[in-house]
Antibody, heavy 118, light 107 residues
Framework: QITLKESGPTLVKPTQTLTLTCTFSGFSLSTSGVGVGWIRQPPGKALEWLAL???????RYSPSLKSRLTITKDTSKNQVVLTMTNMDPVDTATYYCARPLRRAFDIWGQGTMVTVSS | EIVLTQSPGTLSLSPGERATLSCRASQSVSSSYLAWYQQKPGQAPRLLIYGASSRATGIPDRFSGSGSGTDFTLTISRLEPEDFAVYYCQQYGSSPRFGGGTKVEIK
């Protein structure tokens, strides 16, 4: 069974750096073709893709957020970490990690709500 | 960067009716790269369709996807009570992108 779970702070202050961890099971990021992505959703709004990392350490970022994002993987721990710098209240959202398969995100975590407020 | 525009924004229908949702891309998208998701309140999105027309595991056959180039469609042949939700299309190119969503609500 494949599962993903997001963890991190629920509240961050403006200008701080957000660090989120996706811990997954049922697949390995050392397997060819495998990746993990991050997607967010502000309250009442649409989904927004943020970043992807693949088994070969290929990394992709949303063009509009690229300067603020870093995605890394720890294959031995089955974890993917996303950092987002200079947080702003508009970054308040539910953050999801998901596994891409066949050019779609087939398995999603439950999401973690992050509020940016002083 | 490809922009996906979904229409209508809201679709008001009754159970048993047919739902037709549109997703239009600002430039041509490979059919292999087009997916549809369903999202209910408080839940993560669920993959319905990948490759424009292939149903994901466990998805009922009342859901079907079609289209090519810049115009794609998700059709729900007969709405069940559990189908009232928000639906998103997504293109999975080098920079994945989601559409703005269509809400299917009970009339």
């Amino acid at each position: 069974q494949i599962t993903l779970k997001e963890s991190g702070p629920t509240l961050v202050k403006p200008t701080q750096t957000l660090t989120l961890t996706c811990t997954f099971s049922g697949f390995s990021l050392s397997t060819s073709g495998v990746g993990v992505g991050w997607i967010r959703q502000p309250p009442g709004k649409a989904l927004e893709w943020l970043a992807l990392i693949y088994w070969d350490d290929d990394k992709r970022y949303s063009p509009s957020l690229k300067s603020r994002l870093t995605i890394t993987k720890d294959t031995s721990k089955n974890q993917v970490v996303l950092t987002m710098t200079n947080m702003d209240p508009v970054d308040t959202a539910t953050y999801y990690c998901a596994r891409p398969l066949r050019r779609a995100f087939d398995i999603w975590g439950q999401g973690t709500m992050v509020t940016v407020s002083s | 960067e490809i922009v996906l525009t979904q229409s209508p924004g809201t679709l008001s229908l009754s159970p048993g009716e047919r739902a037709t949702l549109s997703c239009r891309a600002s430039q041509s998208v490979s059919s292999s790269y087009l997916a549809w998701y369903q999202q209910k309140p408080g839940q993560a999105p669920r993959l319905l369709i990948y490759g424009a027309s292939s149903r994901a595991t466990g998805i009922p056959d009342r859901f079907s996807g079609s289209g090519s180039g810049t115009d794609f469609t998700l059709t729900i042949s007969r709405l069940e009570p559990e189908d009232f939700a928000v639906y998103y299309c997504q293109q999975y190119g080098s920079s994945p992108r989601f559409g703005g969503g269509t809400k299917v609500e009970i009339k």
